[in-house]
């Protein structure tokens, strides 16, 4: 572990406060929320959010949201456990943020460097995703139920893809430890030396954030909001926010893991680097929504454990057999 | 698969096309001279015929004594549809629509008399961008 100390104890300390951590996240949340409705905006010939600051292009429009959110009456209904109710987001929030303990933006930038920390961020992904499900149990509305049906049926259908998809690099890579896996992309990039791995990781994130063409839980016709439909002020921040922190640390890994992280920056800029990467995932995922329409339940699950996971075998099968040949 | 990467191609396209909407209230759209806006009445040129009381579809136009001796036609814009059968009725020409459409009544009180509607009285708010 000493030698894995390139930097001192600003490193972690960087990782934990600038990026991915505190600041990054919710950075990220004012920029992808401004970007996502101008994009969209765009595409659909319209102009998006102009009014609240016109010069900045209507940046500021998220941070207007969330102080009117911040500043409107907090509804606690008095049929659930109020306490819960009001745990279960901020719960999510965080948990959903957890991932990024373990993945490294740059080297020395990691908060818990560890030989299995990439697997461990994974498994987390995973793990959280039925907190989602607890809280619209939580909201005890016919929704929300049906919300969170929908969500957890949904996320068994990418769970063992997703998986797949990174332990197939893994398997490639030889290590699981989030420096070793950049280093050992110097030659080439992940995405070039499995390209089916990289494929099944782009439609299990776009499964997992419940984007386009899989907004199912979400779909506004049908169920209101979904599993976010009781939570009204600061509840609200957080249940909606949990969702674009899930693309955040989804679009982290799959940087690190496919498009070489770092490389072939090296030290602190690396941290630039690593954020133009997420860009290349963050960008479809945001213009899916202006492009495709929503599948029903059925048809997405029969991607889910069909095609996806025909695809994501292919794809594991694939890094063993190159693992052995080279 | 191809389908997918046009789908892709259209809207990264599309993006770079100009906006359709319009900025409103800072810009408005031109309709053209011919649109049937607000009506007024020159009062020197009507003849108080009734034509365009008994063809209104909406019963918006009554008729009064004016101070002249003469009546002449006052609108409920609770009423009037801007159809402009009125206008096409009317024999001498007297009746006619203003080119804007956009009508902002500040109270519930929107009776339009017959003194109110002389051409200079389509006049915007003060204070406001409205237009009429």
Redesign the interface.
Known sequence: MEARMDLSPPGDLIAALVFPGVLGIFGFLVVAIWLERK?V???????GP?YVSKPLGGFLQPVADLLKLVFSELVLPRHTNRLLFAAAPILLFFAEGLPVVFIAAAPGVVMAPHPYGLAIAVVLVLLVAVLVVAMAWTEADKFTYIGAVREILLTAAYEVPLLLSALSMFLLYGTADPYGVVEAQSAVWGAILNPLAFAVYLVALLMATTRFPFEIPEAEPEVVVGPYTEYGSTLFIYAFGANYVKLYVLSLLGAVLFLGGWLPAAGILGVFATLAKMGVFLL?AM?VR???PRYRIDQALRIGWGKLLALSIAAALWSIAAAWIW | MIVHIKLFATAVRQIFQRPLTVRWPEERRDYGDRFRGFIVNDRSKCISCQLCEAVCPAKAIKFHLEADGRRYPGIDWGRCILCGYCVDACPTGSLRHVNNGEIVWTSLDVYRRPSEMDPDDAAPLPGTKSLI
């Not at chain 1, 905006?41 to 102009?47: H, L």
């Open positions: 994009l905006a765009r595409v659909q010939w319209r102009y102009l479809p213009l202006a492009i495709y």
